[in-house]
């Protein structure tokens, strides 16, 4: 619904037909509005005459207590160490995969000496029998590991009990909450630490405002993105929630109107807490559960009553919300998005096709070929064959076929 082409009135008529549809009260579309019920009593009774910058901030709030809209979950990271040396295995018969399509590569990380690895997705492995194989998926490879299992017909939940039993050992596991029309507030979470109105078992938070997570100029108001950490890096357990459309304007110089998802809130954890997180997830069969159940347990973030103990200070209205209280359940969802060479593609673009352009020009103004002749000299190596056969072979391709 674009504001500029509805008149006042029918723009009041269509923002009170979607209150009501969506069953917001006047006090809570207030509330998300940062105005007050009466105020918004007056508006929907014409009795305002509202700027268009009141008709966006209204229209945003509305949208927030959309049924269809507003938050889903992600697995954003995973790290599984298997107790056994024996990595085909581990590819063929817990990842599902064709290791015929995988790189190998004779350096790893985590003192790890090899490993194998198609797009984001990586297999460490080691001489040390103590480090057994490592499994590493950060966020492209959660995605690109959908596609597997989309292929496989297997879901998150046959991967993590095959891999629980194989004896599996939970390295890390991270849970996004993606949140698509603002519930959470940053800015404002970050005022509530600042203010001693976070109450929590963790005892330190940092916060970024502009300049540390984006490059771009910060006098731009595309630039100021804001990060809180809660809870520290060294322990099994803290949250990271960021401004997701800024960090994407930031990255790929994607708009920030048009980012799918304005914020996330991220719940890392590690070795024990990983590891009970999955049995909770196997137990329950609830991504939201386990994931807010985590978040209930550490943090609650309250609006200050001097009057009053801090523990009965109430909870804040939009984060009971973002909680739970009211809204439509957050469902666990893929993206599965298949391997390719973006970032080969963009690293060509950025540093490579200037100077392609520059020889192509040239070549054409003196009558030389210095391009041709560069191409026709070039060699490709085993590896070049190799991410060729990976750029060509179908997802199916790549999956292990598994016999009857």
């Known amino acids: 619904m674009g504001v500029k082409q509805l008149n006042e009135t029918d723009f009041l008529t269509a923002l009170k037909e979607k209150r009501c549809a969506y069953g917001v009260s006047q006090t809570r579309l207030a509330i998300m509005a940062n105005i007050s019920r009466e105020h918004l009593s007056r508006i929907e009774a014409g009795k305002v005459t509202l700027t268009e910058e009141m008709k966006h901030t209204l229209l945003e709030a509305v949208e927030k207590f959309n049924p269809d809209n507003p938050m889903f979950l992600l697995f954003d990271y995973v790290r599984i160490r298997f107790p056994t040396m024996d990595i085909k295995h581990i590819i063929k018969d817990i990842l599902k995969l064709n290791i015929d399509y995988m790189l190998h590569e004779d350096y790893g990380h985590y003192k790890y000496t090899e490993h194998y690895h198609i797009g984001d997705v990586f297999v460490y492995v080691s001489q040390d029998e103590e480090k057994g194989v490592l499994l590493e998926l950060k966020g492209k490879g959660c995605r690109q590991f959908e596609s597997y299992l989309l292929a496989q017909e297997r ?41 001693e109105e976070c109450i929590s078992k963790f005892r330190s938070f940092k916060s970024y405002g502009s300049g540390e997570l984006v ?14 950490y809660i809870g520290s890096f060294s322990s099994e ?54 994931a807010f159940s985590i978040i209930n347990q550490y943090i609650r973030f309250a609006d200050k009553e001097p009057d009053k103990r801090k523990s009965d200070w109430k909870t804040n209205v939009r984060w009971a919300w973002f909680i739970g209280e009211g809204r439509p359940p957050v469902k666990l969802t893929t993206k599965p998005e298949p391997y390719t060479l973006e970032r080969t593609l963009n690293w060509l673009q950025r540093q490579v096709a200037p100077t392609l352009k520059m020889l192509k020009q040239i070549d054409k103004d003196n009558q030389t070929e210095y391009l041709e002749t560069i191409e026709k000299q070039a060699k490709l190596t085993e590896r070049h064959y190799q991410i060729i056969k990976q750029q060509t072979a179908t997802v199916e391709e790549m999956v292990a076929k598994i016999k009857e």
């Open 237 to 290: 357990v803290y949250f990271c929630c960021y401004e997701k459309n800024y960090e994407q304007y930031a990255k790929l110089g994607i708009p920030i109107e048009e980012v799918p998802i304005k914020n996330r809130f991220e719940i890392r954890l590690k070795n024990e807490r990983a590891y009970y997180a999955v049995v909770e997830l196997l137990t329950h069969y609830d991504a939201e559960l386990t």
């Open 215 to 228: 490059k771009h100029n910060e006098t731009d108001k595309y630039g100021m993105g804001h990060t809180l």
């Open 155 to 195: 879901s998150w939940y046959d991967f993590f009990t095959d891999a629980l039993v194989e004896g599996g050992v939970m390295k890390r596991l991270d849970l996004a909450i993606n949140d698509r029309t603002g519930l959470l507030d940053i800015p404002e979470l970050i005022r509530k630490c600042e203010n």
